[in-house]
Nanobody
Framework: QVQLVESGGGLVQPGGSLTLSCAGS????????FGWFRQAPGKQRERVGC????????GYADSAKGRFTISRDNAKNTVILQMNNLKLEDTAVYYC??????????????????WGQGTQVTVSS
């Protein structure tokens, strides 16, 4: 069955960096687009960014632009979210999601078919 497992979360100081990984199994990884989302306590889930299946095109929410980078390694069935210059407001549970899509990013959360269990990122001094 389809499985997404996030890892790499933890505690980091403001201005620091973290690398989150999303390992996929049970599906043809290269044919799927991926997204990263996050949810802070008491807030709605929000998108972080996405990466397409075919050409690796990426898109980012304004809050992530210039600080976060999404990449994928189809040989390792892994999607990476590199987060730099982290801010207190980046504290949230981060989720990866996937959808079967030949071209383009999948921007909206209701278009995703499968979700991981999430990994906690805490930015605190």
């Amino acid at each position: 069955q389809v499985q997404l497992v996030e890892s790499g979360g933890g505690l980091v100081q403001p201005g620091g960096s973290l690398t989150l990984s999303c390992a996929g199994s049970g599906f043809t990884f290269r044919a799927y687009a991926f997204g990263w989302f996050r949810q802070a306590p008491g807030k709605q889930r929000e998108r972080v960014g996405c990466i397409a299946s075919s050409d690796g095109m990426t898109g980012y929410a304004d809050s992530a632009k210039g600080r976060f980078t999404i990449s994928r390694d189809n040989a390792k069935n892994t999607v990476i979210l590199q987060m730099n210059n982290l801010k207190l407001e980046d504290t949230a549970v981060y989720y990866c999601a996937t959808a079967h899509r030949r071209f383009g990013c999948v921007w909206y959360d209701n278009e995703y078919d499968y979700w991981g269990q999430g990994t906690q990122v805490t930015v605190s001094s």
